[in-house]
């Protein structure tokens, strides 16, 4: 008879769907109980993570120094880590973790290594410019002094020909046979050779000079002034080879400008200077 009835109960709609809502009310009030308890995890984090960030935030007991190291790698609490004091030396050992020492100090060694060949490389770069710096003074000292050579071997070039050319002109065969014989043959025959030159050179110069001295002075004077300061020179060395009261005459005729800068010319050629 009970078994009937049982059976009875569980065929009538009424008492399954009286169990079912029990289910999903036992249900509904263990999620709750968990939503609860997670609300009060996050309010008890959030109340301890306030508290340690206001702890933080004004370094309590010196705690937030004292953590610094630790701290400065946690997100939030990061953020709570008061600014340094002025004498805070990041690169203090003190002020680093065992691997923050060990990554410096590779770094340190591998910027030390790299220094150390740039030095070697300075060094080497040095010693180079000083031997070049002495390369150089050496070559200069040479050069001076092939250059005081040169100076004094035409020193003596000069007094020769000056030598020759007054026995030539004094016409001094025996002082002429003297001097050839104390100098090198080749430079006796080349000083000769000069002195010929320089007056064969003269004598056609004098030729020149007595077109101009047999023509009108005036008419002399306007040629002179045609050719300009461009050949000043030849002007100079004709008037120098004339006779000197028609040359005269002929700077007499030159506009005043042209004649001024003649007479400067002539002036260097016979040796006469003028004071500022």
Do not use: C, W
């Not at 790698?73 to 065992?98: E, F, G, T, W």
């Not at 923050?100 to 060694?109: G, L, M, P």
């Not at 090198?184 to 007595?210: G, M, W």
């Amino acid at each position: 008879m009970a078994k009937e009835m049982k059976q009875d109960n569980t065929k009538n709609p009424e008492v399954q769907g009286s169990e079912t809502e029990k289910k999903e009310a036992k249900k509904g009030g263990f999620l709750f109980g968990l939503l609860v308890l997670l609300i009060t995890l996050i309010v008890i984090v959030g109340v301890v993570g306030g508290v340690f960030f206001i702890i933080i935030r004004n370094n309590v007991n010196g705690l937030a120094e004292k953590y610094r190291n630790n701290l400065k790698d946690i997100p939030v609490l990061s953020m709570a880590l008061p600014p340094p004091p002025a004498d805070y030396d990041p690169l203090d050992p003190k002020n680093l973790k065992q691997e923050e020492i060990i990554e410096k100090y590779n770094q340190f060694r591998k910027e030390n290594g790299e220094l150390a060949k740039k030095l070697e490389e300075t060094e080497k770069a040095l010693e180079q410019l000083k031997s070049s710096q002495t390369d150089i003074e050496a070559l200069r000292k040479e050069n001076e002094q092939i250059k005081g050579e040169m100076e004094a071997q035409r020193a003596r070039y000069e007094e020769d020909l000056r030598k020759a050319e007054e026995l030539l002109v004094q016409e001094d065969k025996s002082g002429y046979k003297e001097f050839y014989e104390k100098i090198n043959k080749d430079l006796a025959q080349r000083l000769y050779t000069e002195i010929l030159n320089k007056e064969i050179a003269d004598e056609k110069a004098k030729e020149f000079a007595q077109i101009y001295e047999k023509m009108d002075t005036k008419a002399s004077a306007k040629i002179f002034e045609e050719l300009g300061d461009s050949q000043l020179d030849l002007v100079v060395d004709t008037l120098k080879n004339m006779k000197k009261d028609v040359a005269a005459e002929i700077l007499s005729e030159m506009n005043q400008t042209y004649a001024a800068k003649v007479t400067e010319k002539l002036s260097k050629v016979y040796g006469i200077e003028f004071g500022n």
